[in-house]
């Protein structure tokens, strides 16, 4: 596609429940990343791909978080029983290929826990 | 651990002044800085700095990079309402498993007044 596709653009559950953020990257882009930006504060680093794998998972805050990615496709994040501090906007970003350097954001999905 | 200290952390200007954004990095292993523009939610890329001493420029906006003080300055001239947005400095990861993943400064918030 033309840019980072995320769905949904925003959702809204209660404590909880599970959901799951969705990320179409760049096509062809091999590195996906997932950040969070809470309200007020800057951008966390959750969790990064390399094709399907993820070399990276260090920023994810606890167990209740997890994401898989399809290939070099499709990615999602899924926070299973949320909390209210879980409520931020989550971003993802690609990369052509590990070596370059421009992320490209997609639009991001805000979420909020009630 | 990489670090990004922007300053200041928010401006309040009138249209037509010029604004001067400051980041200070400290990384392991530099390789380039980032600018993005954050109205919404999505991040939009400005510039990426790899070169002590030039400058880049788009309209407006221009950005130069000191990597012997380990800082880089994001300028705006003549600005206007629509330059109204969080401006955020990121460096991103050179290596090992959390190669490309962005280390981002808190962001400094600008606001325009007519």
């Known amino acids: 596609g033309a840019g980072v596709s995320q769905s949904p653009s925003n959702k809204v559950t209660e404590k909880g429940k599970d959901v799951e953020l969705r990320c179409d990257p760049i096509s062809g882009h091999t590195a996906l990343y997932w950040y969070r930006q809470r309200l007020g504060q800057g951008l966390e680093f959750l969790i990064y791909?390399?094709?399907?794998?993820?070399?990276?998972k260090s920023g994810l805050p606890s167990d209740r978080f997890s994401a898989e990615r399809t290939g070099e496709s499709v990615s999602t994040l899924t926070i299973q029983r949320t909390q209210q501090e879980d409520s931020a906007v989550y971003l993802c970003a690609s990369l052509r290929r590990a070596a370059a350097d421009t992320q490209y954001f997609g639009p991001g999905t805000r979420l909020t826990v009630l | 651990e990489d670090k990004v200290v922007q300053s200041p952390l928010s401006l309040v200007v009138h249209e037509g002044d010029t604004v001067t954004l400051n980041c200070s990095y400290e990384v392991t292993n530099f390789r380039s800085l980032l600018w993005y523009k954050q109205e919404k939610k999505a991040p939009t890329f400005l510039f990426m700095l790899?070169?002590?001493?030039i400058e880049k420029k788009s309209g407006r906006l221009s950005s130069i990079l000191d990597k012997k003080e380990l800082f880089s300055i994001l300028n705006i001239t003549a600005t206007q309402t629509g330059d109204s947005a969080i401006y955020l400095c990121?460096?991103?990861?050179?290596?090992?498993?959390?190669?490309?993943?962005?280390?981002f400064g808190q962001g400094t918030i600008l606001t325009v007044h007519p």
């Open positions: 791909f390399q094709g399907n794998s993820a070399p990276d």
């Open positions: 990121a460096v991103p990861n050179a290596g090992g498993t959390s190669y490309g993943k962005l280390t």
């Open positions: 790899t070169s002590s001493g």
